[in-house]
């Protein structure tokens, strides 16, 4: 397992894990591109700052499982991303290893992930992707399961947009902010631009 620590770690900024699933990637076959893609797309969406643990594994119910509940319980991610592993092959245990350390089911991420993905590919329908909490005593974490490729990762997470720039289906990170306030987690601003964080009105903080 690989770890990389990004930014000055604080109280005031969110612990994100990120977690890349896949039996070639994680024994050195080909490079890993969903980690990467992840960063990347985290360093031009969030304006708050962040530290990233990075997790690269093989496509194993037990280590997905307890990768997910060690980020959560000992490296207090608030918020953790995994890529890979979620089709109807029967090595794509992902959902099922996310469920196993997972409290409660968030059911609309999935949805609305499957939704976005319609738009490119019939075969959107076969993803199981899902969006789950894992609740401890002091704290609680977000996690979502994301496609495993980066050009798909980006779309889910932003959603679609026309040549004008505006949102023809809302993205699933733009709900992402406010439950990690719902949970009590940091709270977590976005460059508009990327993806606008929805919040009520009586949520949103005001800039000094």
Request: glycine share 10%.
């Given at each position: 397992m690989k770890i990389t620590m990004t930014n000055t770690v604080n109280s005031d900024q969110i612990r994100i894990g990120l977690v890349s699933i896949s039996d070639r990637a994680s024994t050195g076959i080909y490079e890993d591109q969903g980690i990467p893609a992840l960063e990347k797309w985290l360093s031009s969406a969030l304006t708050s700052p962040f530290t990233c643990i990075t997790r690269l594994i093989a496509d194993e119910q037990v280590v997905i499982t307890s990768t997910l509940i060690e980020l959560v319980d000992v490296e207090q991610c608030a918020l953790v991303l995994t890529t890979g592993g979620t089709g109807p092959s029967r090595r794509d245990v992902t959902p099922e290893a996310t469920l196993a350390a997972s409290t409660r089911e968030m059911p609309g991420f999935g949805e609305q992930m499957r939704q976005i993905s319609l738009k490119f590919v019939p075969t959107a329908i076969l993803s199981r992707q899902i969006g789950a909490l894992r609740e401890i005593d002091n704290h609680a974490a977000l996690i979502i399961n994301l496609p495993g490729q980066p050009k798909a990762?980006?779309?889910?997470?932003?959603?679609?947009?026309?040549?004008?720039?505006?949102?023809?289906?809302?993205?699933?990170?733009?709900?992402?902010?406010?439950?990690?306030?719902?949970?009590?987690?940091?709270?977590?601003?976005?460059?508009?631009?990327?993806?606008?964080?929805?919040?009520?009105?009586?949520?949103?903080?005001?800039?000094n």
């Open positions: 990762i980006a779309e889910t997470l932003e959603g679609l947009k026309d040549a004008d720039g505006k949102v023809i289906t809302s993205g699933i990170f733009a709900a992402v902010p406010y439950c990690i306030d719902l949970i009590g987690g940091p709270y977590i601003e976005t460059n508009d631009s990327v993806v606008k964080a929805f919040r009520p009105k009586s949520a949103i903080k005001l800039k």
